[in-house]
């Protein structure tokens, strides 16, 4: 590739992007040419399958270390991209986890960390790198869930997290249409990654299907409705009829439903 050609290539970074959906969606932009900045608190999964991302789409990938459930942490991988001279036209915020279990009996401060990480870093980064956005009639996707549109006993404070999420999205979505940036919300239902693991969720019925769709799936066809500037996408069919369902629910019968299909099988 010529150094002309790598030049004007557009630039994307994803955050979670060492398994699941995040993987998903950065080999979804590396197919389609686009630079990558990866980033997780751990490089080594990344570091495994970049040369080969590097050899067989002809892209440029940087893998940073970040833990952005700390304080500061979206802050510091900014000031990381700044200091390398990086500058994006996609702002990918997808690392997310889940803390399964009775409110009161989980620990706060895992829920506190997981809203920083869910809630507060999305916030920062894209308050940072906006500027960059709006020069480049770029492109902000938040990987929300389905998880946004009910109350969601056991995961209680994870379905807040994602219903901020998607609604902070959908209201930045109508304030920079007429910038050039397009914001989108991706909503998947439960999918196959590590996440009902680390959320400790496993146990869960809704995560307890045969037929769950993989990162890979998800992340294709969350990085489409971003190219496509959609602001708010349900993944799958399945998906779309529960939560149309869900509008003509009422929320106390929605809240006894969720239960049922999230409790501890
Ligand atoms: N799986 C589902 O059923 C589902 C459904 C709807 C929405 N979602 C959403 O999809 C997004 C991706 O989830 P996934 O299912 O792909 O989960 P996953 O397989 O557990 O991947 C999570 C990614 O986030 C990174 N990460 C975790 N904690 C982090 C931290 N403190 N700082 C920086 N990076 C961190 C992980 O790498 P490290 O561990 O190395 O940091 C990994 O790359 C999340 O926002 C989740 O809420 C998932």
Redesign the pocket.
């Known amino acids: 590739m010529t150094t002309e050609l790598a030049s004007r290539r557009k630039t994307a970074l994803v955050?979670?992007?060492?398994?699941?959906?995040?993987?998903?969606i950065a080999e979804a932009a590396a197919r389609d040419g686009w630079h990558l900045v990866l980033?997780?608190?751990?490089?080594g999964?990344i570091d495994a399958f970049a040369e080969d991302w590097r050899r067989r789409y002809g892209v440029q990938i940087t893998a940073l270390a970040?833990?952005?459930?700390?304080p500061g942490?979206a802050d510091a991988l900014f000031d990381a991209l700044q200091a390398r001279g990086i500058t994006i036209d996609c702002l990918v915020?997808?690392?997310?986890?889940?803390v399964f279990g009775e409110f009161i009996d989980t620990s706060l401060d895992e829920e506190l960390?997981m809203l920083r990480?869910?809630i507060e870093?999305p916030t920062v980064l894209a308050k940072r790198f906006l500027p960059q956005l709006v020069e480049r009639g770029g492109y902000l996707l938040n990987?929300?869930?389905?998880?946004s549109f009910p109350p969601g006993p056991y995961l209680a404070a994870?379905y807040g997290s994602?219903a901020y999420l998607r609604s902070w999205s959908e209201g930045i979505a109508e304030e920079l249409a007429s910038r050039g940036v397009g914001v989108t919300a991706y909503?998947?239902?439960?999918?196959?990654?590590?996440?009902?693991?680390?959320a400790n969720a496993k146990r869960s019925a809704?995560?307890s299907g045969n037929h769950?769709p993989d990162?890979d799936e998800?992340g294709r066809a969350a990085w489409q409705a971003c190219m496509q500037r959609r602001r708010l996408v349900v993944h799958g069919l399945l998906n779309k009829l529960q939560v149309f369902a869900m509008r003509f629910t009422p929320r106390t019968l929605l809240a006894k439903i969720v239960r049922r299909v999230s409790r501890p099988a």
């Open positions: 955050t979670g992007a060492s398994g699941g959906i995040g993987k998903g980033t997780a608190r751990k490089t999964d970040q833990d952005l459930s700390l942490g915020n997808n690392a997310g986890i889940g960390a990480l869910n870093a990987i929300a869930s389905i998880a994870y994602k909503c998947p239902g439960p999918v196959r990654t590590q996440f009902a693991d680390r809704l995560f769950l990162g998800v």
